[in-house]
């Protein structure tokens, strides 16, 4: 609590007075400040997540959103397997950087010493059953230039199983290192190593790895209401989770700017105009979201927790990477759900706030998913540009154009006032 005071302080000033600025310039603050280190990448090492959360309820509170049926907050729990310690590896005596050459994987075990390798081809480690190993000898894997994609998610599939039950792995990967959360923890390390050029396997690398399996780890959605100017039991539902992969050792955290604080930006944005501006017959709950990084849990809690009946919602409208638009923005859904989409393409027809819309079928990539498999009308918009960092250390504020902010802010206005 207080590192949230402190971080509060710090910011107090930049965040004053919404009406001084335009809508870019404050989303771009609102990035920054949950994008900065004392927020520890919102995720679970030295409760970042519960430090976002807080920060944001001094902000519904701050735009004068009212509590839904008396509450601010949901909590609810999750298992985490985070890294709060050391995280350290060489090889071939020289120290690799977290981030840029390597990743722990999110289910690793603490490990610390030397690991030898039996170098493996894809189609061995396909073939190989779960005795043929010790915990003191590591499987490896160098993804050749040529394998396809199928054969390579085989693969990975395979190592998972093998670290789960004890055998260290260490996969030397051509692909761009990409990091997750996970709710459980192997037996052993597994180890990607971003590497394009290894043809010879080190003899052995030394790894200093602290990992540690939480359960019932508290967070929260943070709630908050804009009642209708008329009497309604009918509810728009406007979301955005925000929290992070969080903390990957004592000195790498993962500052998430486009994955999502930049969708959280767009969500008080747009609070504060629905706040001045109330919809006639339908109020307007903004939520929050917690753990959707970790399997959708937020959503999926708040879903079944059944708050609302599923008859009062009348569309959820969740919003993820909010940080470019020079290229459009993505409607998931939007191929099922075709009269909102279509409300969404004439709107901007009479606007020209993004220059493409597009639309994707069902998929389970974000908060909207509970909601629509509970048969609620539900979408989920995001920017399409030219920053690609995602899941990784350089998803920054300043990587962030922001270029079609104000333009999609009053885009998703007008939809939400068309209802």
């Known amino acids: 609590m207080l590192k949230f005071v402190l971080l509060f302080g710090v910011y107090c000033s930049v965040l004053s007075s919404w009406s001084q600025r335009n809508l870019t310039s404050d989303a771009k603050s609102v990035t920054e400040v949950l994008c900065s280190p004392l927020m520890e990448g919102r995720g679970y090492v030295n409760d970042g997540c519960n430090n976002a959360g807080n920060y944001l309820l001094q902000e519904f509170e701050r735009i004068g959103l009212a509590p839904l049926n008396g509450y601010t907050k949901q909590s609810f729990y999750v298992n985490v397997n985070r890294f709060p310690g050391a995280c350290k590896i060489k090889i071939r005596g020289h120290k690799k950087a977290p981030g840029i050459d390597y990743l722990i994987h999110p289910s690793s075990a603490s490990y610390h010493g030397k690991l030898s390798f039996i170098g493996m081809s894809a189609a061995e480690i396909l073939s190989l059953p779960f005795h043929s190993a010790t915990q003191k000898q590591a499987i490896a894997f160098i993804q050749p230039k040529q394998i396809s994609r199928d054969t390579l998610r085989m693969v990975r599939s395979k190592l998972e199983k093998l670290a789960r039950v004890e055998f260290p792995v260490v996969e030397f990967t051509r692909d761009k290192l990409t990091w997750s959360v996970s709710p459980e923890q192997f037996k052993a390390p597994y180890i990607q190593v971003f590497d394009t050029s290894e043809r010879v396997l080190p003899k052995s690398i030394k790894i200093k790895l602290e990992a540690e399996l939480i359960e019932n780890y508290e967070v929260s959605n943070i709630l908050g209401l804009v009642a209708s100017k008329q009497p309604s039991d009918s509810f728009i539902i406007v979301s955005a989770h925000y929290d992070h992969l969080g903390r990957m050792g004592k000195n790498t955290y993962f500052p998430g700017a486009n994955d999502n604080a930049s969708g959280v930006a767009m969500l008080l ?10 919809l006639q017959n339908h109020h307007v709950l903004f939520i929050a979201f917690a753990g959707e990084e970790i399997g959708l849990e937020g959503s999926q809690f708040f879903v079944n927790q059944h708050i609302l009946g599923s008859e009062q919602i009348s569309c959820v409208l969740n919003l993820d990477i909010m940080g470019s638009g020079e290229e459009g923005i993505t409607v998931v859904n939007g191929a099922i759900h075709k009269a909102l989409f279509q409300r969404l393409l004439d709107l901007n027809e009479h606007t020209q706030s993004v ?14 998913y509970p909601f629509s498999e509970a048969g609620i009308p539900a979408i989920f918009i995001y920017t399409m540009g030219p920053n690609k960092n995602y899941h990784d250390i350089h998803d920054k504020a300043s990587a962030l154009s922001f270029d079609r ?5 009053y885009l998703l206005l007008r939809f939400i006032q068309s209802f």
Do not use: T, W, Y
């Open 269 to 278: 944005s747009l609070a504060k105009e629905i706040k001045q501006q109330p």
């Open 405 to 409: 902010f104000d333009q999609l802010h």
């Open 355 to 368: 220059p493409v819309i597009k639309a994707r079928g069902k998929a389970a990539n974000s908060d909207h």
